[in-house]
């Protein structure tokens, strides 16, 4: 071991010569170091190339993320835009449907007992009013198959707060409030109210878990909402519902809690799209 110590204590006390050869120059010029400097040095450049490494990776991740969310929000956006303008369309349409169902009733009960008062009924009327009904009914049946499916749309996408407070953290880049990590990425909003708060569901949908969860989310309910859209409500102190159970929208789901990772009472909500985080301001308005 004495050896070993002798070896390496010579090694590195012992002076470097360095040759430095101008190109313009035909003098050249030493320079003695000790070989500890030298290895200092290389450790140094090396721990500083990770170290960049590491940063580059990390910013190409957020960079990449970030365009990623920036694109479904834009996409979420224009989908929510489409959402109001259909929802207005459809509120334009139900007295239509309404009136052509009057119609159609009026227009059967003329095909059966004669459209004319005082005289016979056209001879048309056997041959074409049949025809104009089945293709009245084709319209009113289509016109109300597009109208559920559009309120069972606007049902399944979440709208509002799921509990009512004041948001502590926004979604996106943070400081960790838990890790004192710098540049986490925050996936959804903190709200903070005091504990027990009642949380509700943001919209209609099915329970997928409901239960303690790693990762520092606690006490944690995720609904799947269909078109794509999920919805997660963390660090709850009791649940009051469970994996499987059908929800509607602002029914409550469980209680405001700080179980997991989190530094006082407060529900973590985060809106996923195809399984990734989006923003969920422009959801809560």
């Given amino acids: ?16 010569t360095l040759l430095v050869l101008p190109a ?13 400097i030298l290895v200092l040095l290389a450790v140094v ?8 490494a590491l940063l580059a990776g990390r910013h190409l991740h957020y960079e990449a993320m970030r365009l990623l969310n920036a694109h479904l929000a834009e996409q979420t956006q224009r989908y ?14 139900k007295p239509l449907e309404e009136e052509l169902r009057r119609r159609l009733a009026r227009t059967r009960r003329e095909a059966v007992q004669g459209a004319g008062e005082g005289g016979p009924a ?14 009245l009914e084709r319209v009113g049946e289509e016109l109300f198959r597009n109208y559920q499916g559009l309120t069972s749309m606007i049902a399944s ?14 979604y996106g880049e943070r ?33 997928l878990y409901a239960a303690w969860t790693p990762g520092g989310y606690g006490k944690m309910v995720e609904i799947a909402h269909g078109y794509g859209y999920s919805t ?9 519902v469970t994996a499987g159970q059908r929800v509607r929208r602002g029914e409550v789901i469980a209680y405001l809690g700080a179980t997991g990772n989190a530094t006082g009472p407060h529900v973590h909500y985060e809106i996923r799209l195809y399984g990734v985080p989006v923003a969920p301001r422009p959801f809560m308005r």
């Fill in 157 to 170: 996408t979440p709208s509002g707060w799921p509990v009512r407070g004041w948001i502590t953290s926004e």
């Fill in 1 to 16: 071991m004495r050896r070993i110590l002798h070896t390496l204590r010579t090694v590195t006390v012992r002076p470097v």
């Fill in 24 to 36: 313009d120059s035909a003098r050249t010029f030493r320079l003695r170091l000790p070989a500890a």
């Fill in 45 to 52: 450049w090396v721990a500083s190339v990770t170290a960049a």
């Fill in 80 to 93: 929510a835009d489409e959402v109001a303008k259909a929802e207005a369309l459809a509120g334009r349409l």
């Fill in 232 to 240: 997660r409500y963390g660090h709850c102190s009791r649940l009051r």
């Fill in 122 to 135: 056209p001879s048309f009327l056997s041959e074409e009013i049949p025809g104009r009904v089945a293709s």
């Fill in 175 to 207: 400081i960790s409030p838990y890790t004192g990590e710098v540049g986490s990425v925050h996936q959804g909003v903190d709200i903070a109210n005091k504990l027990g708060s009642p949380i509700v569901a943001a919209a209609d949908g099915m329970v």
